[in-house]
């Protein structure tokens, strides 16, 4: 049985196999809307901030 998901996109239903072009979107459309926002920092992972560089002593050998 094939798995189907939904675009993230869209939310039309996909089936999840190798055929599937563009999985896990529906079409190229869903998925350049998708990457352009991404490009444009419309979404993003939250994580730490980085250290600023004066910060980072780059002889630490824990940084390796």
């Not at 239903?13 to 459309?29: A, D, L, T």
């Given at each position: 049985m094939?798995?189907?998901?939904?675009?993230?996109?869209?939310?039309k239903?996909?089936?999840?196999?190798?055929?599937?072009?563009?999985?896990?979107?529906?079409?190229e459309?869903?998925?350049?809307?998708?990457?352009g926002?991404?490009?444009?920092?419309?979404?993003?992972?939250?994580s730490?901030?980085?250290?600023?560089?004066?910060?980072?002593?780059?002889?630490?050998?824990?940084?390796?």
């Amino acid at each position: 049985m094939t798995k189907i998901v939904n675009c993230p996109h869209c939310d039309k239903p996909v089936e999840w196999k190798e055929s599937s072009k563009w999985r896990p979107f529906c079409c190229e459309r869903c998925k350049m809307i998708d990457l352009g926002a991404w490009a444009s920092e419309d979404y993003s992972i939250a994580s730490e901030s980085p250290r600023p560089m004066e910060d980072v002593d780059f002889k630490d050998s824990s940084m390796n």
